[in-house]
């Protein structure tokens, strides 16, 4: 990246913008985000570790879009170990559907349906087999009691994987990873998408060997063809959990690389201290053989300083967060571009990448972060109000959706952390708050799921990446130019959502 004139103070997102450079990339599709950081996304954005963001069903739709996420520090193993399991059992292009017996009933579909962006139910029997679907409309003006199988309205289109040949539906955008041709996987995936598409439904289940093996929507085949998910070795979908630097390191990292855990966080909010040092040289005296994350910092020293002590990845940013009160308490912290451009180059000088972790509120935001050298931005907040999120959906008097959300170093995330503990500590520790313990992300109507957010974020950059002439996340971070604005600059840019 380089600059129309040399700043003269550190910045953040809104003091930055790009201006176009001649391009020889003639289509947004050309443009690839895959990642160099050793984790091997495939699009350069990872859900927080935050309890708020991230559970099970945030960590299995990011991954089969190439994403990934990172299951907070204080769940508990067992916990992690029944969620990594479930998730490598996940499939790479089908959706896990919601799934309820002929003789549940209709306030139990109600109350599952919105755990999934498309607000549908597949009704099976005890050997798979699917009877019908119930949608939300099928439950207007019935018995909230009532069977499922008693409003099941309409026989519902079922794919049948085998019947798509053996370019099938098994593939997508991890085709050539199985031998097959990306040509053949979007036969296959326009298959499907007619098939609804003549049956007037954007929803169907897919069947193999007669039993229910997933869901797919018209929107998922489309995007099965311009994602491409993150897989391991043996082709299942990846997850990272992280670990705090107190207490049994190495024992805790130890159990969750056996758990399948492909990536390790090591997380604090002040990473630049001797017991994150001491934390990464008992995870890396593992050979844990998966990349290792560290942070949080602001400063190229203490960037160059984990490296050196081991972390693949440096985690950068403090304060900068939706639900952190940091600065206002402390003073500390740093205006996130700034400290992204600093840290993203002391740490490839030494070997490493970092990731952007906060601050960002729009698409521009996360290219902004990318072309100052990150090699993927970590998002918390904005994934929150998200049907992914592991929170439960709530409505406000006005009708409108919303999840509650809450800051890691809040005193509800420290209580929650330190639940194990006896009352004493546990009510002493929630004194030292710094972060927000509630707060309402609603759901954007237009983009209620996850996904919706990751199409407008990746058209977004790819945009971006094609007005400064990148076919790839490294020809971005050396072909970006950009200018310092003012704050009117920054307003001029924003839409404006009525006449004036």
């Given amino acids: 990246m380089r600059f129309l004139s040399a700043p003269t103070t550190d910045l953040t997102y809104s003091d930055i913008f790009l201006v176009p450079s001649r391009s020889d990339v003639t289509s947004r599709l050309e443009v690839d985000l895959a990642t160099d950081d050793g984790t091997g996304s495939t699009i350069p954005l990872v859900a927080a570790n935050m309890t708020a963001v991230t559970g099970k069903r945030m960590a299995e739709t990011m991954a089969r879009r190439g994403g990934l996420a990172v299951l907070p520090q204080d769940v508990p193993l067992e916990v992690i170990r029944d969620v990594t399991a479930w998730i490598k059992t996940r499939h790479t292009v089908l959706e896990t559907p919601v799934t309820l017996s002929p003789a549940d009933t209709v306030i139990d579909a109600l109350h599952l349906m919105g755990k999934r962006p498309h607000g549908a139910v597949v009704v099976v029997d005890d050997a798979g087999t699917v009877s019908g679907v119930v949608r939300a409309a099928d439950c207007e003006g019935q018995d909230r009691f009532a069977s499922l199988a008693s409003v099941i309205r309409h026989e519902p289109l079922v794919l049948d994987a085998e019947g798509l040949d053996a370019d099938g539906l098994g593939t997508g955008a991890g085709a050539e990873s199985r031998g097959q041709s990306p040509g ?86 002040h990473g630049h201290q001797r017991k994150m040092f001491d934390a990464l040289a008992a995870v890396k005296g593992l050979n844990p053989g998966v990349p290792v994350v560290a942070g949080n910092v602001v400063t190229a020293e203490a960037t160059r300083e984990l490296i050196q002590a081991g972390a693949d990845i440096v985690k950068v940013g403090v304060g900068p967060g939706a639900m952190c009160t940091t600065r206002m308490m402390t003073a500390v912290g740093r205006p996130q571009f700034s400290a992204v451009l600093e840290c993203s180059a002391a740490a490839r000088a030494a070997g490493g990448r970092v990731w952007a972790d906060g601050g960002v509120r729009y698409p521009r935001d996360v290219a902004l972060a990318l072309a100052a050298g990150a090699s993927q931005v970590m998002i918390g907040s904005w994934f929150a109000g998200t049907h992914e999120s592991p929170g439960d959906l709530q409505l406000e008097a006005s009708g409108r959706q919303f999840k509650e959300s809450f800051g890691m170093a809040s005193a509800r995330a420290v209580q929650n952390r330190n639940q194990r503990e006896g009352a004493f500590e546990k009510d002493r520790k929630a004194l030292f708050e710094e972060g927000i313990s509630t707060s309402r992300m609603y759901l954007d109507p237009a983009r209620p799921g996850v996904e919706d957010l990751l199409d407008m974020i990746t058209a977004g950059l790819r945009s971006s990446m094609s007005y400064a002439g990148a076919a790839d996340l490294a020809a971005f971070r050396e072909r970006a130019v950009a200018g310092i604005q003012s704050a009117a600059g920054y307003e001029e840019g924003r839409p404006v959502p009525q006449s004036w």
């Fill in 184 to 269: 053949q996987s979007l036969r296959g995936l326009r298959r499907a998408f007619d098939a609804m598409d003549a049956a007037g439904t954007d929803y169907a289940p897919v069947r193999l060997n007669g039993t229910l093996a997933g869901v797919l929507t018209r929107r998922g085949a489309l995007r099965s063809t311009l994602y491409r998910p993150l897989l391991d070795q043996a082709g299942k979908l990846k997850v990272a959990a992280a670990v705090g630097i107190n207490g049994d390191v190495a024992g805790r990292a130890a159990e969750l690389l056996a758990a399948g855990v492909d990536v390790l966080v090591l997380d604090t909010a």
